[in-house]
């Protein structure tokens, strides 16, 4: 049976502690300590939404304190990504009746563009605020963390879908607890892929923070410090220099977090890899070794140790992890019954009240408008979904593959994913101006450079989780090259391939409301798309067309998602799980 190593092996138990290292991760904690009480202070500060500030300074030497705002903003809100993973996705793993209304429902809020939420949000949380910046500041944070959140759930879900079978079987027989199983089973058992796909999603974070920062809904413009607004702000002025500036400030900022942060967490995460055989060059992280070689996981072990059996007692009130074997047939339909009753009447009265309201206000000929827009968009997303493929499944496999090229390769690619690629649009479009070249093709490109590397990420991760075994075997084989990939890497990066082509066929569909239209100084290019209209709507606070234009493109992406991508979701779960 296949092992998750998740416990510490006797040369971490053994491995020498360093005094240095004690003294360098205090420090460094001390330092950020300190850094997150200045920058948490400057969140809550007098606000005005009569007299709110449009538009923030542009002097360089308000950028490391931008970006510092910035990167606490990412961190909230991929903490709160990670804390909805865990709920939706085990809920909808674990519910089955829930599941069929859950996924569903994360289609919708996938394909709904980071500009709606902002038109329904900012007015509420300015409100619940009252005089205070922190209403804008939790605006921007959940707007950050629709898009991270989605992506995260249905990696995590995909990882409990197609869960071994031993371990599921494992968890029964010892009769865990749901508390337990989730704990010692599920999340050790997704953390390889949550990893990767909480690092891609930090990086799509990146990608609508100037949305983010600089929000501009309701016919109101509104702005928070922070590296993004002040990439808008240069934009706005037509400041190629500062755009640069920033541009580099940015990658500086990519690529220390890449070293401090997620390095040591994809490295970390390799111990939760399902597999009998371990690789011949482990990844290793200067960082991970500085933290093994102190005390503080040791310390942190004393400290929470005594912990863990009473909250598993208490825990235990929420029953056994095993489902009853048996539930009478008739008992089932009667709930399956009311379950469709109840939904399908909500579905029904929401349908009801969305048709009154568009007829009353822009009419049904606008849907119509906004729907052959959305044949546009529709096109660009396919042609990127396909070159994307193409491109990245080939590199993704043979960096998973092969720890060396993985050692050198994925530092480069997560600051490449994690960079913010609407940074570059304004430098685009100066392209564009002076060269005379249509948008409606450049799109593509625009919308790539923020959507392709969700296929990436999530080939590298299926091709790392490969077991050595399997490998082993198809090498003491000799398959031929042909069988090779068709045999045992198709298939076993197939189950990650869709799942990261969801995700970036999703964040195509939300990247096209930056990518379709996009400003440079006084200059404006608009490519013919339903991302344009939503942009466009949104900037003029119509309410009306908003939602026209968000119905439309969610209709676009659920209907895509149950007709293709769900059908070849549940094909990798019941024929690709390893």
């Known amino acids: 049976m296949a092992t998750l190593r998740s416990y510490p092996t006797r040369d971490a138990m053994d491995r020498p502690r360093s005094r240095w290292a004690d003294i360098a991760v205090f420090a460094a904690a001390a330092v950020l300590i300190w850094l997150v009480v200045r920058l948490t202070q400057g969140m809550d500060t007098p606000f005005d939404e009569t007299h709110a500030q449009t538009a923030i300074s542009t002097d360089p030497a308000d950028l490391p304190y931008y970006a510092a705002r910035s990167l606490l903003r990412m961190f909230l809100a991929l903490g709160l990504s990670i804390v909805f993973t865990f709920v939706f996705a085990t809920a909808a793993a674990r519910l089955p009746r829930a599941e069929k209304v859950m996924l569903p429902l994360l289609d919708i809020l996938q394909s709904v563009p980071i500009l709606g939420f902002l038109a329904v949000t900012v007015t509420g949380f300015i409100a619940l605020f009252p005089g205070s910046s922190l209403g804008l500041e939790c605006a921007s944070i959940f707007a950050i963390f629709t898009s991270q959140a989605w992506n995260m759930a249905f990696a995590f879900h995909s990882s409990l879908m197609s869960q071994p079978r031993e371990l599921d079987e494992a968890a029964r027989n010892l009769r865990l607890s749901r508390w337990q199983r989730f704990w010692r089973v599920d999340v050790p058992s997704g953390m390889f892929p949550l990893v990767w796909n909480a690092m891609m999603s930090f990086g799509g974070g990146w990608f609508f923070l100037t949305a983010a920062e600089a929000i501009s809904v309701n016919n109101r413009e509104y702005a928070l410090p922070g590296i993004g607004s002040y990439v808008a702000a240069a934009t706005s002025d037509g400041d190629t220099h500062k755009v640069l500036l920033a541009i580099a400030v940015m990658i500086v900022m990519v690529v220390g977090l890449n070293a401090v942060f997620w390095r040591p967490i994809t490295v970390w995460a390799e111990r ?242 930056v990518a379709e239209i996009v400003e440079f100084g006084d200059t404006t290019l608009t490519a013919k798309g339903l991302g344009a209209y939503i942009t466009e709507a949104t900037t003029a606070g119509d309410g009306p067309r908003i939602l026209v234009g968000v119905l439309v493109m969610s209709a676009y992406v659920v209907g895509i998602n149950r007709l293709c991508w769900r059908r070849l979701y549940t094909l990798a779960e019941r024929r690709y799980a390893l």
């Open 272 to 513: 939760f890899r399902n597999e009998t055989s371990t690789s011949e060059q482990a990844p290793r992280s200067l960082m991970l070794t500085l933290l093994r070689r102190s005390h503080t996981a040791p310390l942190l072990g004393r400290i929470l140790g005594p912990l863990v059996y009473p909250t598993d007692r208490v825990m235990r009130i929420f029953g056994l992890a095993e489902p009853p074997l048996y539930v009478p047939v008739a008992r089932r339909r009667v709930g399956d019954v009311l379950f469709a009753t109840v939904l399908g009447a909500a579905l029904v009265a929401g349908c009801l009240l969305l048709v009154r309201y568009i007829g009353d206000t822009v009419g049904f000929r606008e849907v119509g408008h906004a729907a052959e827009l959305g044949l546009f968009t529709l096109l660009r997303v396919i042609v990127l979904l396909i070159v994307a493929s193409i491109v990245w499944v080939p590199i993704g496999v043979w960096i998973g593959l092969n720890p060396t090229v993985s050692r050198i390769m994925a530092p480069v690619v997560q600051v490449l994913a994690s960079f913010p690629a609407n940074f570059l649009f304004p430098l685009v479009a100066a392209v564009l101006v002076a060269t005379g070249a249509s948008l409606n093709w450049a799109g593509i490109v625009l919308m790539a450079l923020g959507a392709q590397w969700y296929i990436l990420f999530n080939v590298i991760a299926g091709a790392s989780a490969v077991p050595n075994d399997l490998r082993e075997a198809a090498a003491n084989l000799r398959l031929p090259r042909p069988l090779w990939w068709r045999r045992l890497i198709l298939p076993a990066v197939f189950p990650s391939y869709v799942t990261g082509a969801i995700t970036a066929a999703g964040g195509a569909w939300n990247a096209s409301i």
